[in-house]
């Protein structure tokens, strides 16, 4: 591409992929402090496939329940805004995204598991933005989609890059593109009016040194739950390196307690199983 690859994927997009109006409303009513369970239930009811689905992952595993919930209004109690907020963009990125060149279940089981594991972190660290965890993890890699569908050329030379040198998505951009897919997923969440920090963490993702302060925890749990679950097997296809577990720096920056390690690190195997079961919920 002669022009600027960012610009020429941008321009390629005539269609804006956009959030349905609902879980925008949705997202701009959990934000309001005036806002309640009644509130977040009447808005939800108003698209019975997003509150099917909701009720669907909420009462799978994940969240093992002891009794099943059967209202949005009681999901919302029981769980809580943020928690909503992020099963509910979850279900409609689902239905705004499809991959063609690799795999679908894949790209979204891997990127499930990385948003259960900042979860995760987030209950056992004071430090990370718990509004954000789930929402970092989930889109983290969507500006890859974004360069499937819009730059699909383009992205077939990645992957064969890839294949060939045996390297990572990363290393292989590199050698084709002028813009990266974090850049488009910063840009894609800023179209959709995502907060600063979820925008920020994106763009951030592959190099949190380089991050602002405020969210330079955050981008780092985004790369060490990448690493992680590809360590574990969790893949999309898009890789060709050998995964690596994550480096000991970036677990140090959570100052998760020594005793509490082995439980960690337990739950955050047990994201991969819940990915699995949240991604047939979300079909």
């Known amino acids: 591409m002669e022009q600027n690859d960012f610009e020429h994927i941008v321009d390629s997009i005539i269609d804006l992929p956009t959030l349905p109006q609902v879980v925008t409303t949705l997202i701009n009513a959990i934000n309001d402090p005036k806002s309640d369970a009644a509130i977040i239930n009447k808005i939800v009811e108003h698209d019975p496939a997003l509150a099917a689905r909701i009720l669907k992952l909420v009462n799978s595993s994940f969240y093992s329940l002891s009794k099943p919930v059967d209202s949005i209004q009681q999901a919302v109690v029981i769980l809580g805004f943020n ?22 279940e894949g790209f979204w089981k891997q ?20 509004d954000a965890t789930f929402t970092v993890g989930l889109l983290h890699g969507i500006g890859k989609i974004i360069i499937e569908q819009y730059a699909p050329e383009k992205f077939d030379e990645i992957l064969r890059i890839g294949h060939r040198q045996l390297i990572s998505y990363n290393e292989a951009e590199k050698n084709i593109l002028n813009t990266s897919y974090t850049n488009l997923g910063y840009w894609l969440t800023e179209k959709w009016s995502l907060s ?88």
């Open 83 to 104: 928690t909503i907020r992020s099963l509910s963009i979850s279900a409609s990125v689902f239905s705004v995204f499809t991959a063609n060149k690799f795999s679908y």
């Open 196 to 283: 600063e920090t979820i925008q920020e963490s994106i763009l951030y993702q592959n190099n949190p040194d380089e991050a602002p302060a405020k969210i330079r925890v955050l981008t780092a749990a985004a790369q060490f739950a990448f690493k992680f679950a590809r360590y574990k097997g969790c893949e999309n296809g898009s890789d060709f390196n050998k995964a690596q577990p994550p480096e000991q720096e970036l677990w140090d920056m959570f100052e998760i307690a020594d005793d509490d390690t082995p439980e960690v690190i337990a739950n955050l195997e047990s994201c991969i199983e819940a990915a699995e079961n949240a991604l047939n919920a979300l079909n």
């Open 111 to 130: 990127s499930l598991a990385c948003a259960f594991m900042m979860d995760t972190l987030s209950k056992y660290t004071s430090i990370l933005d718990k």
